[in-house]
Structure formats: C-alpha cells, structure tokens
C-alpha cells in the first residue's frame, strides 16, 4: 500500500468535507459524509502512531497539602485514563492532533481549582511544544471545596454573548454591553457556585474578539465553565483542517469537549457545530460515560440543539445517551427559548434566549439552574424533571425592581362588582422575589400568590370589599437579603350600570385580523379603555396573537420554565372565564385561525393541529420533522393559513399544504431558483385571488399558484435586509416589512414593485403592517409609522420606550400597538397623537384583536387582558 498517498487522498476527503460545511452553514452527518481525518490516520497506520506520540505523566493532588487524588479522569479530549492511588497518571497523546495539547481532568465531585484572570477554570493544561516521542511531566492541583459537597446547588446558565464590531465602528460597544451584563450576573442574590457560559463569545473566531470577551470576564464574581459555539469555529490556520478551526477557542478558552462532575450529576459538554464529526469526540464520550457510577444523573451541555432542523450528525451521540440517566440538556444558538421533554425521556431539552439579539421577542437574559431542589414558587410555572430535583428558571436581563399595579391601575376606573381581581407584575433581575402584599385605603395588610414569572394576583375571598368612589392602594415587594420597593396609586370605583358591558362585533380570525392579514376592522372602538378581565395563564405569551370568533378568544401559550403551559387557550371574552384549554407538546407562538368551527394552529416543533373550537377536541394533527431517532426536527412558527379546504403552513424554506378537513400532506411548494432556509425567519403565507404568498427565510417574497403549485413570480427587497414577517394585501397590492424600517409594496399579479418608504431604524419583530382607511400603519425600531396608501410619503411617526415587535390593528380612527416598554398604545390614526395607554409593565409583543367594543391583546407576562371601551 502506498501509505502516503493514502493520507493524501484521505486530506483532499477531508477538505472536501469541510468546504462542505462552510458553504451550507450546515453541520453535516459523519456517517454520510466521512470519518475525520485524524481517526482515518490513527487507525490505517498504528505502527507508525505509537512512534508519532508523546508521553505526559504526573499526578493530580490537592493544592493544599500536595496529597494524590485516586480515580481522577484525564484526558486529551481522545486518550482517557484514571489516575491510580496516589493520585499519579500516565497518558499518551499525539503531538499533532492539535496546535497546541492540552490535557484535562474529569472535576470530581466536591473539588474546585483556580481559575485564570479570565475567570476560566484551570481543570486543564496547555502543553506547549510538545514533541513527538517526548516525555514531559505535568501535574494538576484541584481544591477541596466544602461548599460544593451535598446534592443542593445552583448555577448561572448564558449563552450567545457576540463580543464583535458588527455594525459599530469599535468592539468596545459590545464589550460595554457585555460588561454590564455581567455586573447584573455578580449582583446576583442567587449564591450560585458558577457561570456556565455555552457559547458564541465571538462572532467570527477572531483574535481580537476573544481578548474583548476576556476583559470583560476578569470582571466576574464567578467562575465562567465554557463551551464553543458555532461563532467561535474559524479556519485560523488555513488548512481547513478541524484542528485549524478550533485552534483560537483553545489558545484563549480552552478544550472543546470535557467533563466534570457537580452534585449529583454528571456534565458533559460537547462540540456540536462541526466536532459531531470528529469520531474521537463520541469514543472519548463513550469512554468518560463508562467510567461514571452506575444510575449517575447526567446533564449534557450543546451548544446547537439536538432537536433543531439541520441539527445532523447528533444521532450516534443521541442513542448513546439514552443508555444513561440525561434529565437535563441544555442548549443555545437559536436565541429564543424552548423546552422540550421528548428527546431523553425522563430529562428535557431546554433552549435558552441569549446575552445578544433574541430572536423570537424574548427579552436577553438567562437560566438559574437548581440542582437537588425543586424552583421557587408555584409549581405551575416553574420547570422540574420528573424527581423535583431540577429545575431551569429563566430570567430576564435589565430589569430594575419593577412593580406595576395591573389592577386597579393608578387613575383608572373599576366596575363595584364584589370583590374585583387584583393584579400585580413584580420582578428583578437580581432579586428572588419572596413575597407581594397590599392594602386599600391604609386598612390591613393582605398577601398575594404568584401566579407566573412576573404576576402576583389577589384571593378573592380575602379582599376587601370597596364602596363606589376614590380608593388608594399599596404594593410592597420583599425580596432576598431584606430588599423591598414599593408604589401606591388611586383609582375609582363605579356602578357597574355606568360602564359598557364588554360586547362582540365582527370577527378577528386569524393573525392580523382576516385573510388579508390587513390587521383593520369596520368596528370602530374609540379610547380612552377600561380593563374589564385578565385571563392567566400561568406560562408566558410573546408573538402569539388573539383571534376573536363568537364572543371567544382562541391564543397560543409558551411555557420558559418548563411543559406544562405550552398550549392553546379558548377564552369568553366577556368575562375572561377560560372555556377550554388543551396543552401541546411545544410552545405555540403562532396565532390560531378559526375557520367554520375549527381552530387550526402550529406549535414551533413541526405539529400542525385542528382543534374542535367548542370544546378543544382534537380533530386532527399532522407531524413533521420526525427523524428515525424520534427526535422532531422541523420549524413552524408562523401562523397558518387556510383557504377553500386547504392549509398553508410556513415549514423552513419550503410551504407545506394540508387538507383542512383530514390534515393530509397535499404537496410541498418550494423555490425553485434557490433554497436558502431559516426557520427563525418564517412569516405567515397569505393567499389572495389564487395566489399563495410566501416569504421563505425572509431573503425574498415568492407567488405560487394555488390551482398549479407553480412558482410565478419572486420578489426580493429592494433595501438590503430581510422581510421578518409574511406580506400583507390590499387592492391587488402585497405589502411587505422589512428588518431595515423599510415598507415595500408590490403588484400582487406581477411583483412588480410600486414604492417605498424607509424609516432606517432597525426591527427584525414580528409586526405587520396593518392598512386600512388609506393609510399604511406599521413598526419600525421603537417606531409606529404612517404612510399614505398611495403614494408612500410619511403622515406621522409615533415613538415608544421599547422595540416594537406587535403588530398595530386599525379601528375606526384609532391605532392600537403594544411595545417592549411594557405600555400598551392608542394613538390617534390622523394626527399620530398618543391618546390613551395601560402600563402592563411588561412586553407587549402580542398583536391586538379589535371586535365590538372591545380590544384584546396578550402580553409576555402569560396573561390575555380584555379592555372596553369606556361610555
């Protein structure tokens, strides 16, 4: 056998195989595509590797009194061996396996070590100019540590950091940003014993960016555990070769796949951007996993997510862990959160919003992972495993001591009914909530329950009851170690014979409204506004919207911090009473439609559903995405669309049609010039006059016929951006928003384009652009704007404390619009003049349904508010 020209062929493989990866972004299946290069060379030519290697050899003891530690792990990420005694090891590694090798232990149990000034723990050592046929000694000090023996504990979980220029003209925007982010994390009153940080500090893999994310971690109060993200992988040696890509994460960071062991568990952290196809990551997890005590609980760090679509090459590691007791996954890269309790069965998967850039309307923020111990509060909406002793709170950056009293608002009016709700939302980033009370008119002291992440709500039975005329109300918040805040406020109470009743007018009955998705309605609902009922549903609402069919209201909800509320709710929306409520298996951010007695709605994992609008019954559900380990790995997010007997769904870069009486695949519409794909990017589809309209990933518009399935026209934004929302119609036009404040309006028939207008701030939210009345109403940055119809000139430009991801609904002469400021907005659809608005105090992302006399809109929250319209 010529030996090296086999090398030759196997490294022309290899970069083959890597430019494959580069080009589509994707991280491609080992099986399908080849071995890594190394594993190829290690086993065509063991001879000549026994002869290649080099020896390290040393002990590893406590830092203290120098004594041996038996039974530590060690490895180079490939080798793995244990160390005998007296705490003494031997291990052969491959000098050219990596740049620069590094060896590391398996953290018991109880012990630490110190860390760098980065704040990096040292369970590892770099060892540099290591040579073939070397001996070299290297020793290891790790730190009894009391305070981590016993099963209870917690940590800080973040991910996605993106320490990088993008469009700023320095790095030291994004350092600040992250700075204060991590000032937030050490006034923590949490007594976490570390941060684990799961990836993407970087944004290209560069050098500088690296030294940026250290500055700012020598800052830290905790030690910071890593991991690489995709964002962190560059070709730094040019060679394409995996060490090449991984070289700086190791140089600044450290190795790309270890372990260490916590509590009661054990963590395994994985590379799983393009380090699933090195063979040697599943042998050395294969080997650590052995070697862990049998029925040891296991806790599996990744940074892409194993049930996310194009998530290839994870099903060897999948079916291995499922011979071992995973009760937590934990995950990031797509910067919006997810719990799924269906890919290890007993454990779920949970996916975290990031430190940069949310992309499904969540705040930035991060989890508090308890181990040993159940989350505080109300078991309803805290996540737990199966036992009681996990749970994954997730918590929202930035937030000061915020306290809003929902109900009775300060200056609002409230009916005399006997008793009346009572709603507080109070949070902190910082503090643990431990207690909300309240009085009236300074008589007595009366406890609230919680009720979600953010809202405290009162017993009915111990509130007191109130007279007509003005009363003054009191909120105390009590937190961890003795931190309180507080805020009063007056209201007025009336007969009830003196407001209007909540009444139901023309149907909202879908997303924005109707079939159009114009979001305008001929019902004319006039502020001021009162609020007549909250629903609550104990888990949280982002882009989910109410449709309003027949006095109810159908929306989706999502649970952060666990399974149970991830569903669909059908509410009456005269007197906010829940009718039904059917959980789903995955949060449900799309807004249900209602068409001739059914609810047809997608949860985000692949599930289109019908649902029986009176009582909540299945009538059918069509799964996508179901791969041959079980895992479902398929995106829809957006909400449907249903027209003469057949349903549209968004489903990545392809439009799946299904009958809607049956929920029977149909055919799949797909372009035809070129298939990119970003299932965070799906915007509704639309169908007019034969048409189908369809946005893709958000790169271009396209028109399929329905009759046909043929493509007829494609569209791509005239301002360079992408469309993160579907069009909407009016008068043969099709009305686009795009990410750069842009709107762009288009011939329906042709795709031809009409105009434009710019508003150059930035939104990638989900709003719609809502047209009626002439006017062309949509979000852009923390903007609401007007254009004429016709000609595209700006009429007015109303501007909030917060993003605006809601899209704005048209009545009669008023505009309703909620924002990330936590206020929900009448503006006057003429002049762009404020004329009425509700603190809700948190993000209003929900887009809202106008019918009769009423306005109704959800809110992150988790609760549905209706409002109406005052006499």
Not at 199 to 206: A, E, F, K, L, P
Not at 261 to 281: P, S
Not at 559 to 584: L, Q
């Amino acid at each position: 056998m010529d030996f090296q020209k086999m090398l030759n062929d196997l490294k022309t493989k290899e970069m083959d195989r890597r430019n494959f990866i580069q080009a589509t972004g994707k991280t491609a299946v080992a099986a399908t595509i080849g071995l890594s290069l190394s594993s190829l060379i290690t086993n065509a030519g063991t001879a000549q590797a026994a002869e290649s290697h080099a020896s390290i050899t040393g002990r590893v003891l406590e830092d203290k009194n120098g004594k041996g530690i038996p039974g530590v792990i060690v490895s180079d990420g490939k080798t793995v061996t244990k160390t005998d005694k007296n705490g003494e090891y031997s291990i052969k590694v491959d000098p050219e396996r990596r740049t620069t090798t590094i060896i590391f232990v398996t953290l018991p149990e109880g012990y630490t070590v110190s860390v760098n000034t980065a704040k990096t723990p040292q369970f590892f050592a770099r060892l540099e100019g290591l040579q073939a046929g070397e001996t070299r000694k290297q020793d290891i000090k790790l730190i009894r540590d009391n305070k981590l023996q016993g099963k209870k504990g917690k940590f800080v979980y973040i991910n996605d950091i993106h320490v990088s220029k993008y469009w700023n003209p320095s790095i030291d925007v994004e350092k600040e940003r992250f700075l204060e982010q991590i000032k937030q994390l050490n006034d923590l009153t949490y007594d976490a014993d570390f941060i684990f940080c799961n990836g993407d500090y970087s944004d290209q893999g560069t050098v500088e960016e690296f030294k940026a994310y250290m500055d700012v971690t020598t800052l830290s109060s905790l030690m910071i555990w890593p991991s690489v993200g995709n964002h962190d992988v560059r070709d730094s040696l040019g060679d394409q070769s995996y060490k090449s890509y991984i070289d700086n994460y190791r140089k600044f960071i450290g190795p790309e796949w270890y372990s260490f062991d916590y509590r009661d568990y054990h963590i395994v952290v994985l590379e799983n951007w393009i380090g699933q196809n090195e063979v040697e990551q599943l042998e050395w997890l294969k080997k650590d996993l052995a070697m862990m005590p049998e029925n040891k609980k296991v806790i599996v760090m990744t940074h892409v997510p194993l049930n996310a679509p194009g998530g290839y090459g994870m099903g060897a590691y999948i079916e291995l862990l499922r011979h071992y007791q995973v009760k937590l996954v934990l995950t990031g890269h797509y910067h919006s959160n997810d719990v799924d309790p269906n890919v290890f069965k007993g454990g779920v998967h949970v996916q975290t919003a990031p430190f940069w850039a949310p992309q499904d309307g969540s705040p930035e923020g991060f989890r508090i992972v308890r181990v040993g111990e159940n989350g505080r509060g109300n078991d309803d909406f805290q996540g737990q495993i199966e036992d009681g002793g996990l749970s994954y709170e997730f918590l929202a950056l930035g937030v000061d001591k915020r306290l809003e009293i929902v109900h009775p608002a300060p200056d609002q009016i409230v009916t005399a009914q006997d008793p009346f709700d009572i709603q507080v939302n109070a949070y902190d980033t910082n503090n643990e909530i431990t207690k909300v009370r309240y009085q009236m008119d300074g008589k007595g002291w009366h406890s609230l329950k919680q009720v979600s992440s953010w809202t405290w709500a009162g017993d009915k039975e111990e509130q007191p009851r109130l007279t007509e005329g003005k009363h003054r109300i009191e909120v105390v918040v009590e937190a961890e170690k003795g931190e309180s805040w507080k805020k009063s406020g007056t209201f007025l109470v009336v007969d009830q014979s003196k407001l209007n009743n909540p009444r139901v007018g023309t149907d909202w009955t879908c997303l924005h409204g109707n079939s159009q998705r114009s979001g305008y309605t001929k019902d004319s609902v006039t502020a001021p506004l009162r609020l007549a009922w909250t629903y609550k549903s104990k888990g949280s609402i982002l882009a989910s919207s109410p449709a309003l069919i027949g006095g109810i209201a159908y929306i989706g909800i999502r649970d952060d911090n666990g399974t149970k509320n991830h569903g669909v709710v059908a509410i009456d929306v005269k007197t906010g009473k829940e009718e039904w409520r059917r959980n789903t298996a995955a949060p449900v951010e799309a807004t249900p439609a209602v068409v001739e007695g059914v609810v047809y709605f997608s949860d985000i994992r692949g599930t289109v559903h019908a649902f029986d609008a009176k009582t909540g019954k299945t009538i059918w559900e069509n799964r996508t995405g179901v791969e041959s380990d079980g895992v479902q790995r398929a995106w829809t997010t957006a909400s449907s669309a249903v027209d003469k007997g057949l349903l549209y769904q968004s489903l990545g870069y392809s439009l799946l049609v299904l009958d809607a009486k049956t929920g029977r695949e149909i055919k799949k519409l797909r372009s035809t010039i070129d298939g990119h794909g970003g299932g965070d990017r799906q915007g509704a589809p639309l169908v007019s006059d034969g048409i189908v309209y369809f946005t893709g990933d958000g790169r271009y518009v396209i028109a399929f016929s329905t009759a046909t399935g043929q493509e007829l026209w494609k569209y791509y934004p005239k301002v360079p951006s992408r469309f993160r929302t579907g069009p909407s119609a009016a008068d043969g036009r099709i009305y686009l928003r795009g990410e750069a404040g842009q709107v762009e309006v288009i011939d329906a028939k042709t795709g031809t384009p009409l105009w434009q207008y710019q508003k150059p701030f930035y939104n990638d939210g989900r709003g719609y652009i809502a047209i009626g009345d002439g006017s062309v109403i949509y979000p852009a940055g923390n903007y609401v704007v007007s254009v004429d119809k016709n000609t595209g000139q700006e009429q007015w430009s109303f501007q909030t404390d917060g993003g605006i991801e809601a899209s704005p609904a048209i009545s009669g002469n008023t505009v309703y619009v909620g924002s990330k400021d936590g206020n929900f907005y009448a503006i006057d659809r003429k002049t762009g003049k404020k004329v009425w608005q509700y603190t809700i105090g948190t993000w209003v992302n929900s887009s809202p349904a106008v019918s009769g006399n009423m306005v109704v809109v959800g809110a992150y929250d988790g609760n549905v508010y209706g409002f109406v319209e005052m006499k």
